[in-house]
């Protein structure tokens, strides 16, 4: 069990990553990377027993993580009178909260805001060094999802890194 909830783990990251460079390239998180990145999560934490979060854990995450990106997705869309975050971004944390459980999703969502912070400042000075025009970081449009892929990696190493190390570490002869 501890083999294939390891395998979930990899496939995870492989899903996440994925969509960091869909989201870049595109802007959208599509649902067929994202259930599966969900579906993973409960399958990991269902073949360690529940070791980490409780099922109710689990759900609450997935509760906090949709119901909070939600929220702020409604309050800026009314403020830009235009979609201001994807519903993709959305049920990435939702599908997050299922692997980390409420207070790890919440930590993930604000690292991964850091992140795209810190990816939208860098990418006004290039596109002002380019354009040798000025900038605003008001109407600045990047793809939120590879802030929140970073979270939720962050997130995720430090949550699971004994697992990670115990389960590698088994693995050698």
Not at 5 to 16: N, T
Not at 67 to 85: C, E, F, H, P, T
């Amino acid at each position: 069990m501890e083999t294939l909830a390891l395998l979930c783990l990899i496939s995870a990251l492989g899903l996440l990553i994925l969509l960091a460079i869909i989201d870049f390239k595109t802007y959208l998180l599509p649902n067929i990377y994202v259930a599966p990145f969900a579906i993973l999560g409960v399958l990991f934490h269902f073949l360690i027993d529940f070791y980490y979060l409780s099922t109710g854990e689990m759900l609450a995450g997935a509760a906090v993580g949709f119901g909070v990106l939600y929220v702020i997705r409604a309050a800026g869309n009314k403020y830009y009178g235009q979609d201001s975050l994807g519903l993709g971004d959305v049920k990435l944390l939702g599908a997050a909260g299922l692997w980390l459980g409420p207070e790890g999703v919440l930590f993930a969502m604000t690292l991964g805001a850091f992140a795209g912070l810190i990816h939208g400042i860098i990418f006004a000075i290039h596109t002002k060094i380019k354009t040798k025009q000025p900038f605003s970081l008001r109407r600045l449009t990047i793809p939120a999802g590879p802030g929140f892929v970073i979270g939720i990696l962050l997130v995720g190493g430090w949550m699971y890194q004994n697992f990670i190390i115990q389960s590698v570490y088994d693995l050698i002869p």
